[in-house]
């Protein structure tokens, strides 16, 4: 009896004790709303509109325009990367993956769907922060999940590679406005430019790759952003500036495909600021903060 009367009052103490001692607390945030466009040069981009676009100009109309970022994060004052902690919502943002989507399934661009985004949305610590960090592209540990079972955004299957077994990281197709438009991209012609993970290698045991020699994820990097006043622009007309969209090298697929033997890929690798066929990585030009 003396043992259990001194067990309930060790207890009581303990409870006591603990009681008065000061409860941690959690780091206060903010919330944060990374605003992105899709343009073209100056023009902001529109499902079925006809642009002059790449090397010679030549006439496109542009059927579908979206892409993935991931391990988005903001730099403080001092210099430090702060990740961003995005809402999870269940549809457009899952772990630290975001989907932005600039069509609307209208004109040409029945491939798409019919809501659009044009946002990220998130938290980060409190404090003042003065730039921007993202990568286009999905982490490995994500981007060669079954887009079948997947949640959204990553379960769009005009976003997924069959062959690669993994993600399009952008897709954005165009198309000469005298051509059919495409009912599937697996027969579309014209010039689609479908960024993704290449040279993926599966093991015999393994239903999924376990290393990709071109991972082909770029990180984009803005010393001066700020998330009240700036936008990041997605420049269609940047991007294919070196490109001639009139043709395709024999025996590869229509467009940049991310093959790494597809000399159609050179200029676009390089204003995603990839390397690509044994050439360094340069400055990207594809995104600009206005």
């Known amino acids: 009896m003396t043992a259990i009367r001194f067990t309930i009052k060790a207890t009581i103490a303990i409870v006591s004790l603990l009681a008065g001692m000061p409860v941690a607390q959690s780091a206060p945030t903010q919330p944060v709303t990374l605003r992105f466009a899709a343009k073209v040069e100056n023009q902001p981009f529109t499902c079925g509109s006809t642009y002059r676009l790449g090397k010679p100009a030549t006439p496109q109309t542009a059927s579908d325009f979206r892409f993935y970022i991931s391990d988005v994060a903001l730099i403080d004052a001092q210099g430090k990367t702060v990740p961003v902690t995005l809402e999870q919502d269940g549809k457009w943002q899952y772990q630290t993956v975001a989907l932005l989507d600039f069509e609307n399934k209208t004109g040409a661009c029945v491939n798409g769907t019919t809501e659009m985004r044009d946002r990220v949305v998130g938290t980060v610590p409190k404090g003042n922060y003065k730039g921007l960090k993202f990568t286009l592209g999905i982490p490995f540990n994500l981007n060669h999940d079954d887009s079948a079972l997947a949640p959204s955004p990553l379960n769009l299957t005009g976003l997924w590679w069959k062959w690669q077994f993994g993600y399009k990281f952008v ?15 697996e027969t579309s012609g014209g010039f689609p430019i479908h960024l993704g993970s290449a040279g993926c290698e599966m093991k015999a045991n393994s239903d999924k790759p376990t290393r990709c020699s071109s991972p082909n994820r770029a990180t984009v990097t803005f010393t001066r952003f700020d998330p009240a006043k700036n936008v990041v622009v997605a420049d269609l007309a940047r991007l294919v500036t070196d490109s001639n969209l009139t043709q ?14 597809d000399r159609d890929c050179v200029g676009i690798m390089a204003n995603l600021g990839l390397p690509f066929m044994k050439k360094p990585a340069t400055t990207q030009t594809f995104f600009r903060v206005e």
Do not use: F, V
């Open 248 to 261: 395709n090298q024999a025996k590869t697929a229509p467009g940049c495909m991310s093959e790494p033997n």
């Open 171 to 185: 897709r954005i197709d165009l198309q000469s406005p005298n051509a059919a438009m495409p009912k599937h991209e």
